[in-house]
């Protein structure tokens, strides 16, 4: 499953890529009993998106540095990076609170063995 696709082509591609190298190493796609089933998912990410224990494979791409919501307004800037520290300590809070919720709905998500591969934008 991607998750933040957005209009999901990009999502294809990756999961064609993920096929092919799990077909590499495993024999999974040659057994016709087993289901196997590629999915963009068109929730918001910051909720469960699907069946706890169902999900094989999980991908996020440069859609993680959006929030939620808005914590608060900034003053004369329109970037959290140069706002005050107060205002900077909301959107602190928010992406921890945020980042959070993505993790907990994930790990609720995955398969024991499962894999969630994670790919955004961070200062440090």
């Known amino acids: 499953a991607d998750f933040g696709s957005s209009h999901g082509l990009n999502s294809m591609y990756a999961m064609?890529?993920?096929?092919?190298?799990?077909?590499?190493y495993s024999s999974i796609y040659s057994i016709k009993t087993i289901a196997i089933f590629g999915l963009a998912n068109g929730r918001s990410f910051?909720?469960?998106?699907?069946t706890s224990n169902s999900l094989s494979v999980g991908y996020s791409?440069?859609?993680?540095?959006?929030m939620s919501c808005k914590p608060c307004n900034i003053s004369n800037y329109c970037a959290s990076l140069f706002c005050s520290n107060d205002e900077y300590d909301k959107f602190k809070q928010q992406a921890h609170l945020d980042?959070?919720?993505?993790?907990e709905y994930r790990s609720n998500e995955l398969i024991p063995s499962g894999v969630l591969i994670l790919c955004f934008p961070c200062l440090n």
């Open 16 to 24: 064609k890529i993920y096929q092919r190298i799990i077909g590499q």
């Open 99 to 103: 980042y959070s919720k993505f993790l």
């Open 61 to 66: 791409s440069a859609s993680l540095q959006w």
């Open 46 to 50: 910051y909720e469960q998106c699907l």
